[in-house]
């Protein structure tokens, strides 16, 4: 028969590597939490113009990226292709904002583009996505970004950058937009097909082209970070105020715009050099107005995602796949003993102890082989003799020692070993 294969772009998620997404997901609940971060969890399917009216119409996202498509009525619905936007709409739809104590969420799960596959780049792919509603204040976009690095460290992820950047408010924009379009006028030479139309429809997002040709154009662009209003200015200069005197190291890149409308003021990515041009882990910024643009109340936000697929490359370069296998293993030598093992791993499992056993009835030998595999640290080892004295051989595989204790203490006694 013909095997049929995954759609391109989209990968199975596979035991050889779980065990870095689980130690992600693990690190995010924790810390999110401790944040006071609750989760919250959307659909992957919503309206599509959810998305053309949030990221934006001029984007690459909603221009070249989205999967979208009328369903069997003729509704126009899009695979999401990221989660701030369905955040919102939950926000608004389900009247959270009339709790202010419930104003912080987090979110991970599965993105949709349709995008060139490649290291780093798929077309699902995952993201931990975090949103705080409703605080305008810089002291919370420092947070966030001390928050963010805080969760790279606690997975073990070292040597990433944090650039930041402000964007302005719509008032300072204006201005800076009108200089922009006058330059990129006077630019017609250099930009691809995509920009020339850009630069009249919505010129930001020119500054967000990926071609090299368009690049080398923007390096004489007029800089907004330099035409900031007051107050922009100053939230700006506040945010990395914070961000010092929480020892957050960070470097300001007037050119990073990133590729979502919605943005405005404080904008961040972490980055990489060792994911070639993959070089964003994650991202995120304010996005003030947001919420009311989407129907809801004029309340201000911020947020961030950062790309499992991305990070889990990251720590598999490092190495040392934490592995996630039984703790304990017990061999039996003999059907009596054999019989006896499988309750005392049933019994070892109800206390919460992890424990595997061999089914197939192999020789002792292969089974302390399979213990080994595994990476248990401690074999329960049974035989006919010690069956018959009521005890069972313990051992320590990594300090590899032996001792003998009763059967019937055998579960007690393994809740007072190492965990390590
Ligand atoms: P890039 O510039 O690499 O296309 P982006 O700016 O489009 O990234 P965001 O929309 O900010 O990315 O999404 C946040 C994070 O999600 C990224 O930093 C990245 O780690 C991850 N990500 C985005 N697109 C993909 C993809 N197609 N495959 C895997 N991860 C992705
Ligand atoms: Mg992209």
């Not at 919370?140 to 302005?168: P, T």
């Not at 200089?179 to 997002?205: H, I, T, W």
Request: hydrophobic residues 40%; neutral net charge; contains cysteine.
């Amino acid at each position: 028969m013909e095997r049929i294969q995954a759609v391109r772009g989209m990968n199975d998620i596979l035991p050889g590597e779980i065990g870095w997404w689980q130690q992600v997901e693990e690190a995010a609940r924790r810390i999110f939490q401790d944040f006071g971060y609750v989760e919250i969890r959307t659909p992957v399917l919503e309206k599509l113009e959810l998305f053309t009216r949030s990221i934006g119409e001029n984007t690459d996202i909603v221009e070249k990226e989205m999967y979208a498509f009328p369903d069997r009525k003729g509704e126009w619905l899009a695979l999401r292709p990221e989660a701030t936007a369905s955040i919102v709409r939950s926000f608004i739809q389900n009247d959270l904002y009339a709790d202010p104590l419930a104003r912080k969420f987090y979110s991970m799960g599965p993105m949709f583009r349709h995008e060139r596959p490649q290291k780093g780049r798929y077309r699902q792919f995952h993201q931990v996505d975090v949103e705080a509603f409703g605080i305008d204040d810089p002291m919370l976009d420092a947070e966030i970004m001390f928050m963010l690095r805080l969760f790279l460290q606690k997975v073990g992820l070292a040597g990433v950058g944090l650039h930041i950047n402000s964007l302005g408010c719509r008032d300072c924009r204006k201005s800076y937009r009108e200089s922009l379009r006058v330059f990129l006028a006077s630019q017609a030479e250099g930009l691809c097909p995509d920009c020339l139309r850009r630069r009249e429809v919505n010129p930001l997002r020119v500054l967000d082209c990926k071609v090299e040709r368009c690049k080398t154009v923007l390096e004489t662009a007029p800089v907004l970070l330099e035409t900031l209003c007051d107050p922009c200015r100053d939230h700006f200069s506040r945010v990395q105020d914070y961000l010092s005197r929480l020892d957050t190291p960070f470097a300001v890149d007037p050119r990073m715009v990133r590729g979502l409308d919605y943005y405005m003021r404080t904008t961040f990515e972490v980055v990489t050099d060792r994911l070639g041009a993959q070089s964003a882990v994650g991202g995120g910024g304010r996005y003030n107005g947001l919420i009311r643009d989407l129907g809801g109340p004029d309340l201000p936000g911020i947020g961030f995602a950062v790309g499992m697929e991305r990070l889990v490359l990251l720590l598999q370069q490092q190495g040392g796949m934490p592995r996630r296998n039984a703790r304990f293993f017990v061999a039996t030598l003999g059907s009596a003993a054999r019989e006896e093992g499988f309750l005392l791993v049933q019994r070892l499992r109800s206390a919460g102890i992890g424990a595997e056993l061999d089914y197939e009835g192999r020789s002792l030998k292969s089974q302390m082989r399979r213990a080994d595999k595994l990476g248990a640290r401690f074999v329960f080892i049974l035989g006919e003799d010690e069956l018959g004295r009521g005890e069972i051989q313990l051992r320590d595989m990594r300090e590899k020692n032996q001792r003998i204790v009763p059967l019937g203490e055998a579960v007690r006694h393994a809740r007072t070993l190492p965990t390590g």
